[in-house]
Every structure is written in structure tokens, then in C-alpha cells.
């Protein structure tokens, strides 16, 4: 028989409120898409748009898909906004699968990318936050936990802290990963890996399309690949970023920022390294640390 996975807690912080899960009422053919802050949610939310949508062009992916546990806007609009869809509903999390309502009928998708490439990619999230995004988040009402606040200016500083203090300012990273990681062998999840997407994104996308049982047109191949590359969403990022961008300087072209990996080589120390590699060894079983750091499953 198998063992699904059961909330034990909640999460609060600056960010989120995982006890709206408590109230969402599932659909049998719900996709969940689950990461980690900055490992390829947006991307992931494209995909699934384009397979669901067959190629359509423009698709208000940020509105179609919302992030579920963010703290605004509150359950009163969401929940209802999402009851009212018509289409196959494809839905964000950060949360650790522990602190999540899990269904054994909805497919679940986590992204996973190296640590080091999620901080150098928040941080140009963060760092070009403007002031309506930290009202938004400490002066909406329930604030669990620290304020979030505009950054320091050392990006190293940054990640270091980010080390020490397993996700400052964000939530745990290891903790987050763990939970997903530990039931990978379930058939209802997929493990996708934000190195794998920039190396074959067509493979990784029909690999994704069978796992949620999308047949793909191959008449629409073509436009797929096209409206999931960088330079589309890009060019098109008012449709895929929540609010249009608002939040950012620069609006949402900032925040769907270049998709690139390994840009901390050029910054952190050989120390810097092997501190985070040896922390990933200790906050991760081998395989986990291994897929972490080369998206090779075992």
C-alpha cells in the first residue's frame, strides 16, 4: 500500500501561509508545481501553459497559475478565483511537502537547481525589489517572523549568510529539497532539474507532457519550443510574472532574469566552495547532493 505524504505542521514567514492548502479543494487532474525560490518556477509555469494550451501565444500565465501560499492576496480572492477555472489547473507552491495538503490523484513537478545559481538569481530578484513589494509583504496583515528588507550590496556576503543560515532571508533550502526528495519514487511526482531544462528543454518537455499525460501536437512542436525559450518569455514577461512586474524596478523583464548557471564561479572563493559543498553533503543524502549539483538521477 502505499504511503502518502501528510501535513504535519505549518509554515509562516515573510512570504508565505501554507494553511490555505487546508481550504483548497483539489481536482483530480490538479498540477501542482513545487521549487524552491528561484529554480524555475516561472519557467515550469510556461511549459505546462504552452502543453496545456497547445502553443497559444500571450497566455496570462501569472493570473492562469498562481503561487497558492503567498501571504496576498488573501484566501477570500484566491480560492474562489481558482474554483472558477475552467481549464486543467496548474498551481505554484514553495512549501516543503510536509507542510503541504498532498492528493494522490494531483501530479506533482519540483525543480531543483544548484544552490549557488538560486542565490545569484534571487539575489538580482531582491536587489531590484521596490518599495511596494516590501509594503506588500511586512504590512500585510499576519507577519510571521522577521520583516523582509532591501539587501546588502555584496553579493558573496549575501550568499554567505544564505549559507549559515540555511536560506536567510528566505526560508530553509535543504529542508525544502529534502522533503521533495524523499518521495521522488511516488508515482504522482517528478523531479525536474532547472540544468537539464537549459540542455534539452525538448526532451525534458515531452518528458513532462507524458508524465502529465499531454499529447503533444506536432503541429505545434515548433511554436511550444519557441514560446518556453528565454528570449520569449522575456520579451513577453508581463504575461508570465505575478502582478505584470510590478514589484521590481524595471517591471517583469527583471524578474525573469537570464536563466543562467555557474555566474558564482566568477565571485565565490575555492573556500566558498567547498563550504557549500560540504554542507550540501551533510544536509543531503549522496544521491540528493549529486542530483543537486548535476541533475544525474542514480
Partial sequence: MTKWPAKTREL????????IWNDFRFRDDDIIISTYAKSGTTWMQQIIAQLLFNGTEDLEVAEMSPWLDLRFPPKEVKLPA????????????????DALVFSPDAKYIYIGRDGRDVV???????????QDLYDALNNTPGLVGPTFDPPQDDIRQYFLDWLDQDGFPLWSFWENLRTWWEIRALPNVKLVHFANLKADMGGEIRAIADFLDIPIDQAKWLAILEHCSFDYMKAHAAKSVPLGGVFWDGGAKTFINKGVNGVWRNVLTAGDVSKYEEVALKELEPACAHWLATGELG
Fill in 12 to 19: 509562516h514567514n515573510n512570504h508565505m501561509d501554507s494553511t
Fill in 82 to 97: 481558482l474554483e472558477a477555472q475552467t481549464h486543467r489547473r496548474f498551481i505554484k507552491t514553495h512549501l516543503p511537502v
Fill in 120 to 130: 545569484w538569481s534571487f539575489y538580482n530578484h531582491h536587489v531590484n525589489a521596490n
